[in-house]
């Protein structure tokens, strides 16, 4: 069935990494001195991959559209890392954690891909704390765990609720200092609108400097995206502003195959949208689900406050669906229910769209185990939340205040209003085993790929994934295309196909400019938003997304005759690095649509009405489904769907249940 | 497009690029809800300008989340406005009233040069960074994580000072544009942990050095840094690197 060749390597599952890593062919340190890698991104896959290779000895350029490396986007991941360190003794494995990550994902990812994942994830959280990212600790001065989605264990790693931020800073520090070796040619301000290839592989990049609008030439070897996930196809996401699909859209259109685009995470604990000015929505971390209780009222439309609600007249959903694992069941399971609740009448707050995350009776647990520990025995209520809302600060303090800074409500004393938001692509450029696309030399890390996560991400296995790819996964197997490439010597950027591909991004400048039009960029961006959000969301049906498609098809045609793009091309001109960005997201749009209504099947993050069990979950076909949908660009955005088989000889097959 | 019914005159720092001068510039805004942020609020003063077919007001902002430290406003003569422990982008227009007079500049310090409007380079930081703010480990040397007891106080003050975003608020507040809490910040986490021991003085040595030659200048201990940094960044960290520098130059064997 598979047209496409993973080459996943021979051999027993667990011993396929290790037999890898010591038959890869090396390259030596005088011959890594003259290779050239290009990395586009510097995010935890980015900034990783690019400081190892330069600590490896290969001439390494970094290339980031923000003013430094720091700022990525990977810094706003909140909760937490995973890594099977079996630390808490609760029975932990990489056996479990590779096991959690294909069931998390609904048996859509590559069980190889996965299980080095989870064999790695030790290695990260050593690297880490070498590089002295201040993790949490317990008062044994030993590292602190906690749970998250669809795991029975404790295996999540964090810094109070600033993980990405730590661990990001980490990576920044290591990449810093081999910029400040001379080692790493780092470009901020610089974004990439083409990819050079010369002769099928791989030979650079067409970058434009965000600050002056020159359009600069990169050659590289081979050629590493981190360029982190397309969620802004929705407008409204927790993702960065500025966060983008360019540099992986002009891979695909180069020939690099998009996999499983319309596999993409909706969070279910995020602030609800206030107006319609929003530009961006606030994530409440996962983690907040460990003490966090969720729930509507029983009644409909029951308009009286929270704290009015007694308790028998609460609906906790989760528990009630869920009991294994109730308010920790995985992301893309809450977010359904969340919307089915709301969909049925049970939302709270003003606009309906919002349920309940609850911390006041882990707060009282708290408290009582605090008065407890400074003997203070039959402690009253009082005694016990203030000791408890103290303990609930230390953890999520910073989460809280967000909160209240965001709403205007304080957390401490009501519950929160959380509704689910787009969050995470699981789909991205395909890659094989080796993080390799679909052209030669053209590498993919971090959430950029689509390799891990099947149809769901698990909590705290974006870092995990990202810093795997970059520490250890591409440095090694990077090594495998550059051993054959040790006797090309850099190729003059005055190459034919050099100024082929600049022609190309400069002639969309220009068009992009030219147009003149009447509507701003952010007025067609939001308009995609709304079609992908109501048609391409947390529901799809056939209908709609026929819909979408047609929808999507003249908006573009409407972009392209009536954006209205201010300044010139020679200048910082953000408004013309928005209009490219929408351009590609709106390409991207329509194959997200064309593999949904592809999937006919329920899985993960992709919900088809169509495909549903008689209690509402997620009905797979794995007859016919199982298999990576990976699609090839052809002229005039026209997409082919290649497949690549996915086989379970470790796992056994079975519906996803949290019950 | 707004639902709100503030109305608000905003004069904001209009600059071409680093080779022309700005001005402050006067616009009037009506409609602003309450519940938008500041940055959203700039979205609709760019959005009616590009409608009117006028250059929208330039400025960085990225997560508006209050994380990746982008965004750099400083608005009423405060960085980050009038509100404590936030970034520009958790500001909300509740802060403000209905018919108040904002102004809107940049970042001003010699080491961050205006590149347009409300836009600086801030580059200054990633040198100094470069110049020793990390522990010397290449990928794939550690040992087993929890073979390096760190007692809980230590890792929570190692924290406490890596929490630092980057932004630069304390730079654009202090009268001599010093940048000593961002430095000592960098320099306190890793100085507070075993693993940054080896290089702590050699270290504290080549950052200050670069933070020289960037053009920062020096502490007086007014403290406005500690007031506005948003993530409540302490002045002790400032004591610590002072008694690191001085330190360093009695029982260091290395010299920078």
Request: proline share 4%; net charge neutral; with cysteine.
């Amino acid at each position: 069935m598979s047209d496409i060749n993973s080459n996943i390597p021979e051999g027993e599952l667990t011993s396929k990494w290790t037999k890898f890593k010591s038959s890869v062919p090396l390259v030596n340190p005088s011959n890594k001195r003259t290779i050239e890698v290009i990395i586009v991104g510097s995010g935890l896959a980015g900034a990783s991959a690019a400081a190892t290779l330069a600590e490896m000895g290969y001439k390494v350029k970094c290339f980031c559209f923000q003013d430094s490396p720091r700022r990525a986007h990977s810094i706003a991941a909140q909760g937490g890392i995973n890594a099977a360190k079996n630390y808490q003794n609760d029975g932990d494995s990489t056996y479990r954690l590779f096991y959690d990550t294909i069931k998390g994902g609904d048996y859509r990812a590559r069980e190889a891909n996965v299980h080095r994942l989870a064999e790695v994830s030790a290695n990260i959280i050593d690297q880490c704390v070498a590089q002295g990212v201040p993790l949490a600790r317990e008062y044994g001065g030993l590292l602190d765990n906690r749970s998250f989605g669809g795991t029975q264990v404790q295996r999540t790693f964090y810094a109070a609720g600033q993980t990405g931020q730590q661990l990001l800073l980490g990576a920044y520090s290591a990449l810093e200092r081999q910029i400040g070796m001379g080692k790493v040619e780092m470009y901020t301000r610089h974004e990439m609108l083409e990819v050079v290839k010369i002769d099928g592989k791989a030979r650079g990049i067409i970058a434009r400097n965000l600050i002056t609008g020159e359009i600069e030439r990169h050659f590289g070897h081979a050629v590493v995206l981190g360029t982190g996930g397309y969620g802004n196809v929705f407008y409204l996401s927790t993702n960065a502003m500025g966060s983008n699909v360019t540099a992986a859209w002009k891979a695909h259109k180069q020939g690099a195959y998009f996999a499983n685009p319309c596999y993409t995470q909706i969070h279910p604990t995020c602030i609800p949208v206030s107006g319609d000015h929003q530009s961006k929505l606030t994530l409440m971390s996962e983690s907040l689900r460990n003490d966090g209780r969720i729930w509507v009222p029983k009644k409909k439309d029951d308009n009286r406050k929270a704290s009015e609600i007694p308790e028998d007249e609460r609906d906790y959903y989760l528990e009630r669906r869920y009991p294994a694992f109730g308010n920790l069941v995985p992301r893309d399971v809450a977010s359904r229910a969340a919307k089915e609740r709301c969909d049925a009448g049970y939302g709270v707050g003003a606009s309906k769209l919002a349920v309940y995350l609850d911390f006041k009776a882990n707060t009282e647990r708290y408290g009582r185990i605090e008065a407890s520990k400074s003997g203070i025995h039959n402690p009253n209520k009082e005694t016990c939340m203030r000791l408890g809302t103290a303990v609930i600060k230390e953890k999520y303090g910073n989460l809280f205040d967000m909160y209240a800074q965001i709403t205007g409500e304080n957390p401490y004393e009501t519950p929160m209003r959380i509704y689910p938001a787009v969050h995470y692509t699981m789909g991205g450029l395909w890659v094989d085993y080796n993080l390799m696309t679909s052209v030669p030399g053209l590498y993919c890390t971090g959430e950029a790929n689509f390799s891990d996560h099947g149809a769901n991400r698990l909590g705290a296995s974006a870092l995990m994934q990202g810093l795997a790819d970059g520490y250890f996964v591409l440095p090694y197997t990077i090594g495998a295309y550059l051993s054959k490439e040790i006797s090309v010597k850099a190729i003059p950027t005055d190459h034919p196909a050099f100024v082929e591909a600049e022609e190309r991004a400069v002639g969309i400048l220009n068009t992009l400019i030219n147009i003149k039009g009447t509507k701003s960029v952010d007025h067609f961006h939001k308009r995609l938003g709304h079609i992908m959000w109501e048609k391409c969301g947390m529901a799809r049906n056939e209908k709609g997304l026929n819909e979408a498609i047609e929808e999507i098809r003249a908006l573009r045609a409407e972009f392209w005759s009536n954006v209205r793009v201010p300044g010139i091309v020679g200048e910082l001109n953000p408004e013309l690095e928005k209009a490219g960005r929408v351009a590609d997201f709106i390409e991207l749009g329509e194959l997200m649509c064309i593999d949904a209504l592809n999937r006919n099947e329920s899985c993960g993050g992709h919900f088809r009405e169509e495909y549903q069990t008689e209690e509402g979950e997620a009905l797979r076909d794995d007859e016919n489904y199982a298999y990576v949908a990976a699609w090839e660009f052809k002229e005039g955005v026209n997409f082919e769907l290649h497949k690549e088989e996915l086989k379970f000889e470790n796992i056994k097959v079975a519906q996803r249940s949290y019950k | 497009m707004s639902t709100g019914n503030m109305n608000l005159t905003l004069k904001v720092w209009r600059q071409k690029n680093n080779n022309t001068k700005g001005a402050l510039v006067d616009y009037k805004l009506a409609g602003i809800s309450p519940d938008m942020s500041f940055l959203e609020m700039f979205d609709v003063l760019n959005e009616d300008l590009i409608t009117k077919g006028e250059e929208p007001v330039v400025f960085d902002h990225d997560c508006r989340e209050g994380i990746c430290g982008m965004c750099s406003m400083f608005i009423n003569g405060r960085p980050h406005g009038p509100k404590d422990l936030v970034t520009t982008c958790q500001l909300h227009m509740r802060s403000f009233k209905d018919g108040d007079t904002i102004v809107v500049e940049p970042w001003r310090a010699a080491a961050f040069p205006v590149v347009k409007d409300l836009t600086v380079d801030r580059s200054a930081f990633d040198r100094v960074i470069a110049a020793g703010g990390f522990i010397s480990v290449n990928t794939g040397n550690a040992q087993d994580a929890n073979n390096l007891p760190i007692p809980k106080m230590q890792a929570d003050a190692a924290f406490e000072a890596a929490a630092c975003i980057g932004c630069g608020a304390c730079v654009a507040t202090c009268k001599n544009a010093s940048a000593m809490l961002f430095v000592s910040a960098k320099i306190s986490q890793l100085a507070l942990l075993p693993q940054g021991q080896p290089e702590r003085y050699r270290r504290v040595q080549s950052m200050v050095a670069q933070m020289d030659a960037e053009g920062f200048g020096n502490c007086t201990n007014t403290g406005a840094c500690e007031a506005e940094c948003p993530k409540g960044i302490s002045l002790e960290n400032i004591a610590r690197m002072n008694r690191d520098f001085a330190s360093a130059k009695f029982i260091s064997e290395e010299t920078v």
